[in-house]
């Protein structure tokens, strides 16, 4: 298990700790369905556990731990696929030997179909979805086969989140230089080619493509990435998209676990570094002077939590910086009856935002 995948590994394993314990004490969500479209054998020859081993055993966790809960009723289904037969076996070799799956948890399907076969059939079985929610990871052995559309289609149904890796390292190396078919293909389903930035970095062509990403896919959803630096100018990417607010929040969440300066990636050796056991402070500057701009109007409690996360920040990093213009005297709160809001109040957070998304107006002195 390489590095890089190792750090990939590391992060859906930190969101899954976080939203699958969210849903599972929803009583809005009766099944959750967790599907990955190109599983691989499930442990690597150094030891290293694939992404179906980590479903499985975060899974049996999370049940367990709220087995007997009121608040607990869901079960957990999981769809691993590859096109590698081979792969398979042993992906069903390892799960029988390590005793992952047990059917009062739900229901387990390993099979062997290709990608457009396999997307398919999960959207099939989106279509049908009422109170369940779904995770999708898509983790291809290249690019060429995926397309922008298999993303919206699969967020359509406003019941799927979606974990999608790209090896974004050769995909720069080509933007501009003897192009393939396939990238073409890619970046002109987002925009058409003639109008694509250049990219003079790695993490430029990364930034680029979110934010031709977003634009796609329209404001009714949200999307972010998590890079992955392998070494100089080297860079792997996930993104992950999702209309459900609190799960692209948890998904920060995870992010800034991992990276506690910039909520951004994994760097190289980042885990072995001299100063890696230290404290480290956020770095909010450039979100300071966007929020600096956006309150130059009044904005509500559920604005401010949206703009941040909307930011690639959490709710945390947004309250900490309004507490510092506060302190400063430079802002004016009022609730919405009008009365001035005390000190340090802010409300900004997902129970808010979704009880009482005008709690508080919260503007810059002028």
Sequence with gaps: MLEHSRAKIKLLSLYMDRYLNILNQSRYTSDILLYDMFCGKGVYENGGQGSPIIFLKKRKEIYYQNKGSKTSSAKFHCHFNDIDETKVEKLNSVIGNKNLHYSEIGSLEITSMDYRQMLEEII??????????????????????????????????????????LPTQFMFRFEKKSTPESLKEFISELVPEQEWPESLTGLEFIENLLDKFREYLGEDYFADSFIIARDVNQYFCLLFFTSHIRGFEKMLEAKWKIDEEEGRGWKYRMENDLFSKQDKTPKTDKLKAKLAYFIQNERTNSELYQFGLHQGYRPTHVTSILRDFESQGKLEKKFKDGTTARKNAFYINYRNHKNDPSKIRIKLKE
């Design 124 to 165: 099939n079985e989106l279509e049908e979805l009422n109170r369940e929610k779904a995770f999708i990871f898509i983790d291809p052995y290249g690019y060429k086969d995926i397309r922008a559309e298999d993303i919206k289609r699969l967020l359509m149904f406003e019941n799927a989140e979606v974990l999608l890796f």
